[in-house]
């Protein structure tokens, strides 16, 4: 089975938060505060996924509350942070939720994600994971973590399902004009 297979399989995806929707970085607030960004297309595209009934979870060593209200505002119901053992808590849900594990896409960037990326049916990364996820993963998104990585798998699944908005529909130009006519 091809890895293009593998994404048409998916009914669920998981994603671990720094390294993957974070760039991974950790600023560090005067007050205490650590803080981290995340990229508004992976957003749009995870808030796209759980409209259309796909489930989305998070299981994250992080500990930032505020990431559960961003998340709950996507759409997502499922978010463990300050997870010690992700495999554990990915197999609770797989029970939890009777979740066929050939539909699982689970995208993590580091070592802790390991155990989990070897059980599911398509294990992916950003490109800038480290080598040993890399050398385990069915696919490396082009993009790194933070800069649109999320966005590129949810977007794959959804067009080959036909669930992203305006595709097969949408219409791309095979040039584009400048408004003074020139190009």
């Not at 293009?4 to 600023?27: C, M, Q, S, W």
Request: hydrophobic letters at 35%; one cysteine or more.
């Amino acid at each position: 089975m091809n890895y293009l297979e593998k994404f048409r399989n998916v009914h669920t995806f998981i994603f671990d938060i720094d390294g993957v929707l974070t760039d991974g970085k950790i600023f560090l607030h005067h007050d205490g505060t650590l803080l981290r960004s995340m990229n508004v297309r992976d957003g749009y595209a995870i808030r796209v996924a759980t409209a259309k009934g796909y489930r989305v979870m998070i299981i994250s060593g992080g500990t930032t509350p505020q990431a559960t209200e961003r998340f709950n505002q996507l759409g997502i119901e499922q978010v463990h942070l300050g997870v010690t053992n992700k495999l554990e808590v990915y197999q609770s849900l797989v029970d939890e939720f009777t979740l066929d594990e050939s539909g699982i896409l689970y995208m993590g960037d580091d070592l802790p994600d390991y155990g989990v990326m070897k059980k599911v049916g398509l294990a992916c990364c950003p490109r800038n994971s480290v080598d040993e996820i890399i050398d385990l993963v069915h696919y490396v998104s082009p993009y790194n973590g933070g800069d649109g990585c999320a966005r590129d798998v949810i977007e794959k699944v959804l067009k080959l399902k036909g669930d992203w908005p305006g595709y097969p529909s949408l219409k791309v130009p095979q040039h584009r004009t400048r408004s003074n006519g020139s190009q």
